[in-house]
């Protein structure tokens, strides 16, 4: 599902080993989505996700386009996984990229 929204939030950072051995890094991400409600106000829906990254330099990049809330495009992956008897939802973020105007 692609979005426009803004980064609301850039939380904690992991890193994590894939199935290959390779090391991994991943950021919790809070991104709010605007839309007019059917009055006519303007609300928005809030996610928090986790988003892979590859460098620092992506990550200061994402604290940089929070503090200017700057309109972004991205994808959201939703999935379902079982942990101790209990459903959780995962939200992945995807190609978060800055849409010319």
């Given at each position: 599902?692609?979005?426009?929204?803004?980064?609301?939030?850039?939380?904690?950072?992991?890193?994590?080993?894939?199935?290959?051995?390779?090391?991994?890094?991943?950021?919790?991400?809070?991104?709010?989505?605007?839309?007019?409600?059917?009055?006519?106000?303007?609300?928005?829906?809030?996610?928090?996700?986790?988003?892979?990254?590859?460098?620092?330099?992506?990550?200061?990049?994402?604290?940089?386009?929070?503090?200017?809330?700057?309109?972004?495009?991205?994808?959201?992956?939703?999935?379902?996984?079982?942990?101790?008897g209990?459903?959780?939802?995962?939200?992945?973020?995807?190609?978060?990229?800055k849409?010319?105007?």
């Open positions: 599902m692609i979005l426009k929204g803004f980064i609301k939030e850039v939380g904690q950072t992991r890193s994590w080993t894939n199935k290959d051995g390779e090391q991994r890094q991943s950021v919790k991400l809070t991104v709010a989505i605007p839309y007019l409600s059917k009055d006519g106000q303007e609300r928005q829906d809030e996610l928090i996700g986790e988003m892979s990254y590859g460098n620092p330099e992506f990550l200061t990049s994402l604290q940089q386009t929070c503090q200017a809330r700057e309109t972004c495009e991205f994808q959201v992956g939703f999935s379902l996984s079982e942990w101790q209990k459903k959780i939802q995962n939200i992945r973020v995807y190609n978060l990229t849409p010319m105007i």
